[in-house]
């Protein structure tokens, strides 16, 4: 029987191991360098520059098309830059602010978080499917939904190994496109399955209040991003269409290749829990550590674009911190997990990364992987 999205998955426990002390040792490590230098860990201008300049990746490139003033491929080249924002939107805005890390106040986190609309996307099944469930049970086969195959991409060497499979090194790339697209309809069975199975985790929520706002907001960005340059430009049905894949492709490619490189490469470990098993070998820090890789961690331009989730390490262990204190926490964290001799799993270069990505994609394509059990 499956434990996908089954409320009875929040009951496993996470073994304490000989590692046991090492969060607690971490923390303590992290914690005393904010306070030496007394630094908050939200976000500080420059989390606050850099949501301005994302959302202005999207918005202003959207409307200097619907002035109609440009040639059919500036506007295209437009929509090239909408699809960059939005991305820019979700990794650096969005991101941090569901977590609750952007800023100390409720509510901006909450209004920073819904930004998440803009791309299209729904902020509850986000939150569920990513805070709960990826966070927790990282690449734990049938819990955590990340390392679902894609539509016809294996991604943990738990999943029903398919002939089709031996070529994904080759297509995978392509189909990544279709992220943000195939979204616009899994929100509603993700939404559907998580509120009917209670999985909301103390949400002060209901089924139709999030169907509703589901609709809504769907209609809304529908509306915003087709039928009003539909309206007010002198452009065809396909040419319309044409500019909306492209956004989304951009942006569809670089959210699934940052996110994968995190998880799906060599030397990060993938797990199942069988239904007669309630504990995993690791604690949970431990199981961040076995399971999640750093990439480019010296390199400036994209740390700050894809929002620090090249140091997913740190990420992982700390959500509660905001992404522009990844980088200097990030010695610290492997050097507490070298004193505890647990792996910190990197890769030197943005480039060796997605290398070993197909990599991996390439075996998971080919044999059944030899993968720690849980």
Excluded at 79 to 89: H, N
Aim: charged fraction near 15%.
């Amino acid at each position: 029987m499956s434990r996908k999205n089954d409320p009875q998955a929040a009951k496993l426990r996470f073994y304490p191991t000989s590692k046991a002390d090492f969060f607690s040792t971490l923390r303590k490590n992290v914690d005393n360098y904010f306070k030496e230098n007394e630094i908050s860990k939200y976000g500080n201008h420059h989390f606050a520059i850099k949501t301005a300049t994302m959302l202005g990746l999207y918005i202003i490139p959207f409307v200097l098309i619907l002035t109609g003033y440009f040639s059919i491929w500036v506007m295209l080249f437009f929509t090239f830059l909408i699809g960059i924002g939005k991305a820019g939107i979700g990794m650096c805005v969005m991101h941090d602010a569901n977590h609750g890390s952007a800023y100390p106040s409720k509510t901006i986190n909450k209004v920073l978080g819904n930004t998440m609309y803009l791309l299209g996307a729904s902020t509850f099944a986000w939150k569920i499917q990513h805070n709960v469930l990826h966070h927790t049970y990282t690449n734990i086969y049938d819990m955590d939904e990340d390392i679902d195959s894609k539509f016809i991409i294996r991604l943990s060497p738990y999943a029903e190994l398919k002939k089709f499979h031996k070529y994904q090194h080759i297509y995978a790339l392509p189909l990544y496109c279709f992220l943000t697209l195939a979204v616009l309809v899994k929100d509603f069975t993700q939404v559907i399955s998580y509120t009917s199975k209670n999985f909301q985790f103390k949400a002060k929520t209901t089924q139709f209040k999030e169907v509703t706002i589901l609709i809504l907001t769907k209609l809304a960005y529908l509306g915003c991003v087709l039928l009003l340059p539909y309206l007010l430009l002198d452009i065809t049905v396909w040419q319309l269409a044409i500019g909306f894949c492209v956004a989304h492709f951009t942006t569809g490619i670089i959210l699934s290749v940052v996110f994968q490189l995190a998880h799906v490469v060599e030397n990060t470990e993938h797990h199942q829990v069988l239904d007669n098993e309630d504990n995993l070998e690791n604690t949970w820090a431990a199981h961040q550590l076995h399971t999640t890789a750093d990439f480019a961690r010296n390199n400036r331009l994209l740390s700050w674009y894809v929002g620090g989730l090249n140091f997913q390490i740190e990420h992982h262990l700390f959500p509660n911190i905001c992404h522009v204190h990844y980088k200097a926490i990030s010695d610290i964290v492997k050097n507490t997990a070298q004193q505890f001799n647990l792996p910190y799993n990197e890769m030197p270069t943005f480039r060796s990364a997605i290398k070993s990505h197909l990599k991996t994609l390439k075996q998971l394509g080919q044999v059944e992987l030899q993968s720690t059990p849980a």
